[in-house]
């Protein structure tokens, strides 16, 4: 028996998230994992994904492992999957052998996250499934200078998706940047963890202060306010990508 | 009554091609446009396509213009139709007036064509809908050399698809050009015309050339023989994307 981690990226618009759902028919990345790699190692592969993507959410660098008696060595398993029958908008980026406790989701240390808005007066056929489009223009300084806000260890209830309920609400954002690029604006966040809903709300909240409704030295009230109303809405799923995941070593 | 040229960007992945199909099942991008322009104007529309771009090939500037006795003020019509039900993998970009006898297709005097390859060991999962992934290490001096080959006026008939029939294979090509950007390699040919698969043929055999299974001299001889079994595979369609037509002023 051995414990392999993997890395993987998709493209989330076609799947209902990265965990299995109840409903069977519904597509996950997980179901599709499992079944392609039960069908390559032919035992029943069952995987411990590091983050739960939403519908319609994509990763860059998703992590997850699973046990197995299978054989393959593992700078074989990236090609031997990709290769055999996996629809491509998942890709397998890397195969690690690691030790037998190793856990994707409680081993982590650190997720990287972005958020994607798509900023111009004509939406793109080409970024609608990786961006979130937003027309008006947007005070970006303001928005770089709100993300700051957020940084270090807080209560983030105010960022937490009603109804999600978790033994604490508090987290430790590490690092916040903003990025332009042409129509692009990138919202980059490294945390230690972060709330169900939690990035897209602190990006919904730090779009308010891009439009003017909120300002930038609203954030730590926001926060201090533990209240989901005082936050900003929800951005939509397809702007958000995790983008790597860190571990011990 | 008047005539209004339009330009849209699409991402041709969930289509049947621009032009309407015998099957009127099958979705084409004419097909949403002119079922939208019915119903936002009132009268059945009827457009005429710059390039009957194949299924899964793109565009970034595709032209038609359409007569119509609609009233809207041009510069309303993109708001109007990217809010008015277009699917988001369509997106009009400009729509200007123009005379009653302008025709998109015959009026036409150069067109600029992209071919995207993904060169990397390990394939992406947000690029595969538009770039041609190949795997092997290409010679990418020998493609840009070889791209030279294939500028001016010649008989092109060894890059044409078998079958097609047209009055004439001769055709101008004004400029050839490659550009890397990190694993993307861009192939870009501007002319005043294509035959019928005549990009995605050069890219094919521009891609041999970087295999090494051809060399950039062979190219003038390609095209002397005016043989199509000379030149190399059709390459796929999701590398292909329209990316703007000139026209007179």
């Keep these: 028996m051995r414990n392999i981690k993997v890395t993987i990226e998709y493209d989330g618009t076609g799947y209902h998230g990265f965990q299995n ?41 998703q992590v997850f492992n699973f046990r197995t008696n299978w054989t393959i060595p593992v700078d074989k398993l990236p090609l031997a999957t990709n290769s055999g029958g996996i629809p491509p908008d998942i890709v397998v980026r890397a195969a690690a052998e690691v030790p037998l406790d190793f856990h994707a989701q409680f081993d982590a240390t650190a997720k990287t996250y972005t958020y994607t808005i798509y900023n111009a007066r004509i939406p793109s056929a080409f970024h609608h499934r990786y961006a979130y489009f937003v027309p008006q223009r947007l005070r970006v300084e303001s928005m770089a200078e709100a993300l700051k806000g957020v940084v270090g260890t807080h209560d983030f209830a105010a960022f937490k998706a009603v109804g999600s309920t978790v033994k604490s609400n508090t987290r430790t954002i590490f690092e ?21 809903n939690m990035v897209r709300i602190i990006a919904g909240t730090v ?20 209240n989901r109303i005082m936050a900003g809405p929800t951005a939509p799923p397809q702007g958000l990508c995790l983008e790597y995941i860190e571990y011990p070593d």
């Design 176 to 196: 916040s940047g903003l990025e332009q690029q042409g129509p692009l604006i990138i919202i980059k966040l490294r945390g230690n963890g972060f709330l169900y």
């Design 21 to 61: 759902q109840n409903n069977p028919a519904l597509p996950t990345v997980q179901g599709v994992m499992e079944e392609l790699l039960s069908g390559l190692s032919g035992e029943q592969a069952t995987i411990i994904g590091a983050s739960r993507t939403d519908a319609g959410v994509h990763a860059r660098g």
């Design 207 to 226: 779009l308010e202060v891009g439009k003017g409704k909120l300002k930038p030295e609203d954030i730590p009230e926001i926060i201090a306010s533990g």
